[in-house]
Antibody
């Protein structure tokens, strides 16, 4: 059974940084592309970033470019999202999601809440 | 970016009703269209992929159709467990984009 477990969320001040983690199990992590998708309180879903299985290729939403960095450690079966220069509008539940094929999310974690506020 | 527009934003229907949700893409995405169900307080769940393919384990009352720019999700006989928000998503090209969601309420 695929399991994705996010951690690292919390309260951070505007301009601050946070690193999210997603621990994966139940599938061959190193050959699966992975994604971060977020959902602001009471709002819809927004794709944030994707990374290939090897980690050599990454994609970002415009809202994340230059501030967020997606990475992975295949030896630890873990996906990361480094978030810098955080803004109030980054407040959201952040989900990690596994690709079935490029951009199709067949498994999701339970999410971790990031709150950006002074 | 490809814009995805869903209608309606909210719908209220009775148990046993046939329910249809529409999703329109701002440009052709062939059949690279997925539907997700999100129950309150939970993560989204994949229902339909490639416009009309049912994900394993999803009840057969759910079906999808369409191609190009117009797509529909149909629930043939609404059940109480279907209370949720439904999102369409295109995966034709990055950035992946979602519709704004359709909240399904039970009368």
């Amino acid at each position: 059974e695929v399991q994705l477990l996010e951690s690292g969320g919390g309260l951070v001040q505007p301009g601050g940084s946070l690193r999210l983690s997603c621990a994966a199990s139940g599938f061959t992590f190193g050959t699966s592309a992975m994604n971060w998708v977020r959902q602001a309180p009471g709002k819809g879903l927004e794709w944030v970033a994707a990374i290939s299985g090897s980690g050599s290729t990454t994609y970002y939403a415009d809202s994340a470019k230059g501030r967020f960095t997606v990475s992975r450690d295949n030896s630890k079966n873990t996906l990361y999202l480094q978030m810098n220069s955080l803004r109030a509008e980054d407040t959201a539940v952040y989900y990690c999601a596994k690709d079935a094929v490029a951009g199709l999310f067949d498994s999701w974690g339970q999410g971790t809440l990031v709150t950006v506020s002074s | 970016d490809i814009q995805m527009t869903q209608s309606p934003s909210t719908l209220s229907a009775s148990v046993g009703d046939r329910v249809t949700i529409t999703c329109r893409a701002s440009q052709s995405i062939s059949t690279w269209l997925a539907w997700y169900q999100q129950k309150p307080g939970k993560a989204p769940k994949l229902l339909i992929y490639k416009a009309s393919n049912l994900q394993s384990g999803v009840p057969s009352r759910f079906s999808g159709s369409g191609s190009g720019t117009e797509f529909t999700l149909t629930i043939s006989s609404l059940q109480p467990d279907d209370l949720a928000t439904y999102y369409c998503q295109q995966y034709n090209i990055y950035p992946m984009t979602f519709g704004q969601g359709t909240k399904v309420e039970i009368k």
